[in-house]
């Protein structure tokens, strides 16, 4: 399928691509729960939800698949760059929506699917549990969660996994929180160009986010990253249905 990947920002790091907002990056191949979700996402006669869809790679895949998407991010600029990417013959089956976590609201009972790709990460762990229990409320009975955040494995913070199983291990709820994101960049690096804080989690903690807003877990697990230097616990996944 014609992409339009012209249309992106040019990148230092390959297989990843910079988002508008200094908000992380958004990887040029699906992982593979990203890739269940599109799959998935095409068989349903539903409309899906991808939120935080950046430039729109798992959109695209699911228009493709034959799923209707609303797809939503923070950034409006992401979402004009995705609707010249989705090809003529699919754009009646697309909806682009401005939207901010935890704050953004559907009607209930609204989705097939819903997914979250290297998104939940960037929120505290308050918002993480709020927007989880939000997109309970918004998918249909028997509609799927296909989660997907950074681990404490992968990006500057990696450094300091040891600390993040101490803390996991003395039972704190959130072990990889870091509050000044600023410490771990290398010099001359501009603060700005980075979030204030992020929140890296493991398969364990955030199935546990979705069993306390009420689904069941299909899968939880590690998954392997998009550039040269991934390992096979770069993001955590879970998918998750609701009864």
Same mark, same amino acid.
């Given at each position: ?16 691509? $910079? ?32 939120? &935080? ?33 989705? $090809? ?19 009607? @209930? ?15 505290? &762990? =308050? ?24 681990? @404490? ?8 996994? =040891? ?23 290398? @010099? ?25 807003? &009420? ?27 609701? @009864?």
């Amino acid at each position: 399928m014609p992409e339009n990947n012209d249309l992106l920002p040019d990148s230092p790091v390959e297989g990843l691509v $910079p988002t508008l907002n200094n908000t992380g990056w958004m990887t040029v191949a699906l992982d593979e729960i990203s890739t269940d979700f599109a799959r998935y996402a095409g068989t349903l006669d539903d409309e899906v939800l991808d939120v &935080g869809c950046a430039y729109g790679i798992a959109t695209l895949a699911a228009l493709e698949a034959g799923a209707r998407v609303l797809a939503c991010d923070i950034e409006p600029r992401h979402l004009d760059i995705l609707a010249e990417r989705v $090809p003529e013959h699919l754009r009646g089956n697309v909806r682009c929506q401005t939207a901010v976590l935890p704050d953004v609201d559907f009607e @209930p009972a609204t989705f097939g699917a819903v997914l979250a790709s290297r998104v939940l990460h960037f929120l505290n &762990g =308050a918002d993480v549990e709020l927007t989880v229990r939000k997109m309970h409320d918004w998918l249909k009975p028997g509609g799927r969660a296909y989660l997907v955040a950074d681990s @404490p494995y992968v990006g500057p913070w990696r450094d300091h996994a =040891a600390e993040y199983e101490r803390r996991k291990a003395a039972g704190e709820d959130w072990p990889g929180f870091i509050a000044d994101y600023a410490q771990f960049l290398p @010099p001359g690096t501009d603060p700005a160009e980075h979030p204030d804080y992020i929140n890296p989690m493991d398969p364990d903690i955030l199935a546990r986010v979705c069993i306390a807003a &009420g689904f069941d877990i299909l899968e939880a697990r590690f998954l392997r990253g998009g550039t040269a230097n991934s390992s096979d616990r770069d993001h955590a996944g879970v998918v998750a249905v609701k @009864p």
